[in-house]
């Protein structure tokens, strides 16, 4: 059970093969529109990810509401959208965002950090880059690093001018 994985190329192929009278350009420009709109996270109108291959044909729909049958068994599915399949719930992952609009940090897995959770030392009220929004970055990761020991310790410090 589960979805047969093929290359848009080769399902192309098998797919002109089984229908001589499809265009192919038509066929392409159609699953290609159709893996974007699954690749954006759009689903089927029953929630469920939509079907790439039976949604280029008969518009955005997952295999169950266009097929009426409960799982896959031996259809294809385009690739790219079987390997998406299954990820992480709940917290914002770092590939989710384009690069240009990542603004928070992110621990080691990937996923965000609310810097609002982050706890200020008192020693950063004093320091000349509090009020930076340019080392805030670097401060916040400097904090976290440090959000379990006792004391804080910071090689960034500058004290601010009296
Ligand atoms: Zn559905």
């Given at each position: 059970m589960g979805f047969i994985p093929i290359t848009i190329n080769s399902y192309i192929k098998k797919h002109l093969k089984n229908n001589p009278g499809e265009n192919e350009k038509d066929l392409r420009k159609r699953l290609n529109s159709a893996l974007a709109d699954y690749k954006k996270g759009i689903k089927c109108s029953c929630g469920n990810d939509i079907w790439v291959i039976g949604s280029a044909s008969v518009g955005n729909s997952c295999f169950t509401c266009i097929t009426g049958e409960s799982y896959p068994i031996d259809d294809y599915e385009i690739e790219s959208a079987i390997n998406n399949r299954g990820n992480t719930k709940g917290r914002r992952h770092?590939?989710?965002?384009p690069p240009s609009k990542i603004a928070g940090f992110f621990d080691d897995d990937g996923y965000e950090i609310n810097s609002d959770l982050i706890k200020k030392p008192s020693l950063c009220i004093t320091c000349i880059n509090n009020d930076n929004p340019n080392e805030e970055i670097f401060c916040n990761m400097t904090r976290y690093d440090q959000k379990d020991d006792k004391e804080f310790k910071c090689f960034a410090y500058k004290a601010r001018n009296p």
């Open positions: 770092i590939d989710e965002n």
